[in-house]
């Protein structure tokens, strides 16, 4: 069973910053660095939205809300994938989805969500 965690969540002021991050439990490395990951996220009364994503090649692509301001990056030592989000401003409140693409099958896999509130 593929377990996609996140944490990192939190509560900022705006023009703050915050980190993200998402792993899966017991991934072993070749997976890790085979598989494609993503972040999305979902504000209340929204729908689902992709925020940025990371190729296993290492490319990554962001939405236009969020480019300059935020970074994803992956941490092989770690087996994570990050989420650096800074100058926060409260559009970008929304529950933050960790996302990973198997490459071995092409099946995704979601973690339950982690709450990012941008209030002064």
């Known amino acids: 069973q593929v377990q996609v965690e996140e944490s990192g969540g939190g509560l900022v002021q705006p023009g703050g910053s915050l980190r993200l991050s998402c792993t899966v439990a017991?991934?072993?490395?070749?997976?890790?660095?085979?598989?494609?990951w993503a972040w999305y996220r979902q504000a209340p009364g929204k729908e689902r939205e992709l925020v940025a994503t990371?190729?296993?090649?290492?490319?990554?692509n962001y939405a236009d809300s969020v480019k300059g301001r935020f970074t994803i990056t992956r941490d092989r030592q770690r087996k994570r994938v990050y989420l650096q989000m800074s100058s926060l401003i409260p559009e970008d409140t929304a529950t933050y989805y960790c996302s990973t693409r198997m490459y071995y099958d092409n099946v995704d896999y979601w973690g339950q969500g982690t709450q990012v509130t941008v209030s002064s």
């Open positions: 990371v190729s296993s090649a290492g490319d990554t």
């Open positions: 017991r991934i072993i490395l070749s997976t890790f660095n085979g598989n494609s």
